[in-house]
Every structure is written in structure tokens, then in C-alpha cells.
């Protein structure tokens, strides 16, 4: 098996067991803080539930530009290494908390060392030929989505079966195991005297960089309305499918399964996109999955049954499939050589920052245009994520996807 392979085998299961671990518990923190923490009071635990679920965010917000510096110095194996380890280690103490603020701490902690996922792939951006870069980045999603799905269900059939505590030391040893494979398997060519050899900047100077490259300036500005668009109204979704169905049992479940289903799609049509962004080039295919996950948030407002939202959230999910792979194809595409891995941490930054805005902004104006309003705003932000990809990013449109469709269809009557 050619080396890229092999890498991308490693790191799609390194990224599988990562989201696995990071949200395993989510689902079940307010039945941590209430059944082993002691907080009894409804509305002590959500306020600590908040705050812990938002610590990580705050501080991988803060640190992965740094990390990325340290990676494009020092090479992407090694911050690779630093935060799986490191996150096996925080992880199995959070099974050790015995107060709330305990385990805010090390979620802060968390967020401090988190950089796995980022580290995976700058690291197969630098591995995979570029002729099937797409692919790979697909593969690599699709491990990621995969993960935020198993999660949950996993950690639930851990927590019926040895409880909370138990699932923070699994966690913590399969996140091990997997950063001793990513140790023993994945090679990485790195010079390290000409990364030394490349002057040093501040983060003030990247930063101006980036907003200076309109590319990347809008691809990273998209990694934010993305993930803003997809929180905004998650945590009212529950309340929606009540409001759809008032006589359904099993709200828990059907609004579990309403996001599944997205992850699902999203884990299907990642890879499949990915081999069309080879074909085509990733341009055109950021550009019409942008507009068809923005128009898929619209029917979802109007949507007269939870049938009718599954299937807007499958379809969106399919959209979605072809996002991350293309954006991340095209970082590595405009960035700098001496600067990939840092312009994939503040492409992380921007990750956080949307995962702690969208629920926020999605709360604060709830009161005043409902959930079907939150749909509207997210449709609102991806279409003009949308619109400045077109004017800014070369090859964004419809032209490539067309002349590959006129190429592929000559060709069929010889094959």
C-alpha cells in the first residue's frame, strides 16, 4: 500500500476515536453533574453544563494558531502526537472530578491541548498527491463525521453499562492506543532545517497576511459561517419536532435522530464528493454545496412534519458532504508552503469561534424570530458565505462541473 494510504487509514481511525471521545459524554453532562457531581438544582446545572460544554471551544479558539506555528517548525507528526497523548491524559482525569469546577477546568485544559483533528490533516495535505487530494480529505471527513455520530450512541450503551465515570478511562485508553498507532504507522517527510530557516513572523503578521490573501480570507470566514449556520438552531430543534408532533413519544430520540441523519448523509457523500473535486477541481464544488446546504435550511423552516425535516436534514447533510473536503483542499491549495499548518490552525480557530457564537446568537434571538426564523438566518449566512466564495475564489461557479459533465458524457458511448 503507497505511503498516503496508509496515513490516511491511521488518521481517519486516529479522527474516528477523537470525536468519538469528544462527545461520548456531551449528551449526558447534565446527568454527570446531577448523578456523581452532586448538583441538584436544575438551573445550576445547566449553567454548568454551558459553561463546561463552551470552555473547550473558548480555549482552542485562543491556542490552535500557536500550536499551528509550533507544527509548521517542527512538523505536523509531532503536534499530532502532543495532542493525542495530551488528551488521553485530561480525559481519563475528567472520569476523576468530583466537583463541576473540576471538570470545567480540564475542559479548558482540553481545549488548550486539542489539535488532533487539525494536525490530521495538515499532515495529509502534505502527504496525499495532489491529484487525489479531495479524495482524501473526504475519507478524513468522513472519519470525523463518523465519530460525532458512534459518539453519543456509544457513550450511551457505556453509560447503561458501567456508568459515567467508566466512559472517561475508555476514552482516555482508545485515544492512547490510537496516538501509539499514529506514533508507530504515519510517516511524515519533513525538513526541519529549511522550516528553521524561514523567518519568523508574529501572530499579528499572520493574521494580516491572511486578511490580506481575499481567498483565504473568505475560505476561512466560510469554515465560521458554516459552523455558526449548523448550531444556530440546533438546541431548539427538540422544541420543533414537539411542535410537529405534540403527541410523539420519544422527543429524545427523534431529535437525536434528526441530527444523525445529517451526519449520516454528510458521511456517505464526503468521499464521493471529494473524487468529483479531483475531477472538477474543489472550487465549483464548495460553490454549489454552499448554496445547496443554504437553500436546504429553508424548506426545514416550513417543514409541516418530522418526515418532511428528516428528509430537508438528509438532503443538507449531502450539501455538507461536500464543504469541509473542498475548503480544506483549497487552504492547502493558497497557502504558503512555510505556513500550511498555521493557516489550518486559525481555519480551526474559526471552527471554534462559530461553534460558540452560533448558539449563543441562536438563544439570544430566539425570543423574537422563533425557530423558523433561526432556519432563515442560517440560510442568510451560508448564502453569503456563498456569494463572497464566487467573487473571490477562482474557479467557484458552474463552468468546470459543466464541462466535466460534457467530458464525462463523451466519453461513455467508448467505455
Same mark, same amino acid.
Given at each position: ?7 490516511? +487509514?491511521?488518521?481517519? #481511525? ?5 470525536? !468519538? /471521545?469528544? &462527545? ?5 453532562? %447534565? $446527568? ?98 495532489? +491529484?487525489?487530494?479531495? #479524495? ?5 471527513? !468522513? /472519519?470525523? &463525521? ?5 459518539? %453519543? $450512541? ?102 437525536? #435522530? ?158
Amino acid at each position: 500500500m503507497e505511503r498516503w494510504k496508509i496515513n490516511l +487509514a491511521v488518521l481517519w #481511525f486516529g479522527t474516528f476515536l477523537v470525536m !468519538s /471521545g469528544m &462527545t461520548m459524554i456531551m449528551p449526558f453532562l %447534565p $446527568l454527570y453533574l446531577q448523578q456523581d457531581l452532586g448538583v441538584t438544582d436544575e438551573g445550576e446545572t445547566g449553567a454548568w453544563g454551558s459553561a463546561i460544554f463552551a470552555a473547550t471551544f473558548v480555549t482552542s479558539f485562543l491556542f490552535q494558531p500557536i500550536w499551528g506555528r509550533m507544527a509548521d517548525r517542527t512538523g505536523r507528526k509531532v503536534m499530532l502526537l502532543r495532542s493525542g497523548f495530551g488528551m488521553a491524559l485530561v480525559i481519563v482525569l475528567m472520569g476523576f472530578a468530583t466537583e463541576p469546577w473540576h471538570l470545567f477546568v480540564l475542559r479548558l485544559l482540553n481545549g488548550i491541548i486539542a489539535g488532533y483533528n487539525p494536525a490530521a490533516i495538515a499532515l495529509m495535505s502534505a502527504t496525499a498527491p495532489k +491529484a487525489r487530494m479531495g #479524495f482524501a480529505m473526504g475519507t478524513l471527513q !468522513s /472519519g470525523i &463525521t463518523a465519530g460525532t455520530i458512534l459518539g %453519543p $450512541l456509544i457513550g450511551g450503551l457505556f453509560a447503561d453499562a458501567f456508568g459515567f465515570r467508566p466512559i472517561f478511562y475508555i476514552t482516555g485508553t482508545l485515544l492512547f492506543l490510537a496516538s501509539l498507532l499514529s506514533w508507530l504507522l504515519v510517516k511524515e517527510n519533513f525538513d526541519r532545517e529549511k522550516a528553521a530557516a524561514q523567518a519568523e513572523t508574529s501572530m499579528v503578521e499572520d493574521v494580516r497576511k491572511l486578511l490580506a490573501d481575499k481567498r483565504l480570507a473568505a475560505l476561512l470566514g466560510t469554515t465560521f459561517a458554516l459552523q455558526f449556520a449548523m448550531l444556530c438552531p440546533i438546541a431548539f430543534i427538540p422544541i420543533f419536532i414537539q411542535r410537529l408532533h405534540e403527541s410523539m413519544d420519544n422527543i429524545a430520540f427523534w431529535s437525536g #435522530f434528526v441530527g444523525s441523519v445529517t451526519a449520516l448523509s454528510n458521511m456517505i457523500f464526503a468521499p464521493l464528493l471529494g473524487r468529483l473535486s479531483d475531477r472538477t477541481g474543489p472550487a465549483p464544488v464548495l460553490f454549489i454545496s454552499l448554496c445547496g446546504a443554504a437553500l436546504m435550511f429553508v424548506p426545514q423552516a416550513f417543514a409541516g412534519s418530522v418526515g418532511e425535516l428528516l428528509f430537508y436534514r438528509f438532503l443538507l447533510g449531502c450539501f455538507l458532504g461536500g464543504i469541509t473536503p473542498a475548503l480544506h483542499t483549497l487552504i492547502r491549495n493558497h497557502a504558503p508552503d512555510s505556513i500550511v499548518s498555521r493557516v489550518f490552525g486559525y481555519n480551526s480557530s474559526a471552527l471554534a469561534l462559530g461553534s460558540m457564537s452560533g448558539p449563543v446568537v441562536g438563544g439570544a434571538v430566539f425570543g423574537l424570530i422563533d425557530l423558523e426564523g433561526l432556519f432563515l438566518l442560517s440560510a442568510g449566512v451560508l448564502l453569503s458565505a456563498t456569494v463572497w466564495v464566487r467573487i473571490v475564489v477562482p474557479g467557484a461557479g458552474t463552468a468546470r462541473l459543466r464541462k466535466a459533465w460534457r467530458s464525462g458524457s463523451e466519453k461513455s458511448p467508448e467505455s
